[in-house]
């Protein structure tokens, strides 16, 4: 494979730059032509491609976001779309892509395969919600930009002996609540995989305060709940002061994490090693510390499995004596 390509999709996540220079550089070395496609899919019916050169992705490995900019795009998922992408990846000679993003993005990445383009998925969004890998791009950095969001409301909230609620991203994944609320303590954790009651989280609260502890920090996956009306409710019931703190796109900005930097690095040169091998249809990810790459539809059927156990670990060391588990 002489000319393959690389783009962007769905949500950026810290670490997409770092998969991005690895994929132009490691495919320049190897003596391949590379281009990246601005915008994702819609750039690519768009047939925005630029020529790459290792100077290209000089300077970005330590940004957040994207160098090649993302996008969602409704058209590219039309038939119509998916011609389009097809004859100008043909009209150019591009002979494999790389794909960076979430399940929308891994979508794309199985329709092109399926008309004939081998495509490899790299997977990139702060969620972690795809099945088949432990960890995706951009997760550890959103864990640690939220961890230093608890750590600076506790020191106020604790002050001022009040509760604090806190929600973050995740879609319907509990990953980023359970993981950040884990690191920074927080007493209750409320995700989409664990239904809770209103009623066990004011349990909660009152025997914290029966022990002489009045300020908690609640951490809400958007999944969950909104903080907002826990706010409300719980303000209204208890009679005390509570605020609540909506993290929203600062998680999805800020220098990734060294961990986000070799992963997106350690993908981005694995994908163009599969495509080398002429392969495509894959996704990269990783498990129990390896790096692995599974066809991408057997990667879509998976389903995800929540961790309970670590769920109800969190749940004892914040030193509770009631638990959200059944
Ligand atoms: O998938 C990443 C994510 O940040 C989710 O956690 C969040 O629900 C969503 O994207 C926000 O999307 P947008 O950037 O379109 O508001």
């Not at 389009?84 to 960076?100: P, Q, Y």
């Not at 509990?174 to 239904?195: C, F, M, S």
């Amino acid at each position: 494979m002489r000319k393959i390509a690389v783009l962007t999709s769905g949500g950026d996540a810290p670490g997409m730059n770092a998969a991005i220079r690895a994929v132009v550089r490691y495919g320049i070395s190897e003596g391949m032509e590379v281009y990246g496609i601005e915008r994702g899919y819609a750039g690519l019916i768009e047939n925005v491609f630029l020529p790459m050169n290792m100077r290209s992705v000089a300077d970005i490995v330590q940004r957040g976001g994207t160098l090649l900019r993302t996008a969602r795009s409704n058209e590219f998922m039309t038939d119509a779309g998916q011609e389009l992408a097809v004859k100008f990846l043909h009209k150019r000679a591009i002979e494999g892509l790389i794909v960076i993003g979430g399940d929308g993005t891994f979508k794309g990445a199985e329709a092109l395969s399926k008309r004939g383009i081998p495509t490899i998925g790299i997977p990139g969004t702060i969620d972690n919600d795809l099945a088949y890998t432990d960890y995706t791009l951009g997760f550890d950095t959103a864990c640690n930009t939220v961890l230093d969001a608890i750590n600076k409301l506790r020191d106020t909230m604790s002050s001022h002996d009040r509760i604090c609620i806190i929600e973050v991203m995740g879609r319907n994944c509990g990953d980023i609540a359970l993981h950040a609320g884990l690191g920074g303590g927080a007493e209750i954790i409320l995700v989409p995989e664990v239904p809770t009651t209103y009623h066990e989280i004011l349990s909660r609260l009152n025997d914290d305060r029966s022990k002489g502890k009045f300020s908690s920090i609640i951490v809400v996956a958007e999944g969950a709940c909104k903080a907002q009306e826990l706010k409300d409710k719980i303000s209204t019931s208890l009679g005390v002061p509570v605020r609540a703190t909506v993290l929203g796109h600062l998680q999805r900005g800020g220098s990734p994490s060294a961990r986000d930097r070799y992963l997106g690095t350690c993908w981005g040169v694995q994908a163009v090693k599969l495509l080398k091998e002429g392969k495509g249809n894959k996704v990269v990810g990783i498990r129990d510390n390896r790096f692995i790459d599974l066809d991408i539809d057997k990667a879509a059927k998976l389903k995800r499995e929540f961790d309970y156990e670590l769920y109800e670990l969190a749940n004892v060391v914040s030193n509770s004596a009631i638990s959200f588990l059944r």
